[in-house]
């Protein structure tokens, strides 16, 4: 099972957010700062199954806290809708 890890530690932005996901996800450097662009590659770019941790999401400053829910809407619908990916994910 392929392993993912998303660090978010010292993530003050949000390039450095989506920078982050980037980096961990293995996603390629075109990819979009946005929760659709992760979303799609989650779905159909990247080896599954998978188990996905992040380090640091929950300690974010505040003005952050969109991106963090966009974030948290992407697990939810992948969770949902693409369940036959067989993300496991880890948050921390």
């Not at 188990?51 to 400053?61: R, Y």
Request: with cysteine; charged share 25%.
């Amino acid at each position: 099972m392929k392993q993912y890890l998303i660090d978010f530690s010292g993530v003050k932005t949000h390039d450095e957010f989506y920078n982050a996901i980037i980096k961990g996800m293995e996603f390629p450097k075109w990819c979009g700062d946005n929760p659709n662009a992760v979303l799609d590659l989650m779905t159909g770019y990247i080896e599954t199954p998978g188990i996905v941790q992040t380090i640091g999401l929950k300690k974010l400053p505040k003005s952050l806290d969109t991106e963090v829910e966009y974030f948290y809407k992407v697990i939810e619908s992948i969770n949902e809708r693409y369940s036959y990916l067989q993300y496991r994910f880890i948050i921390a």
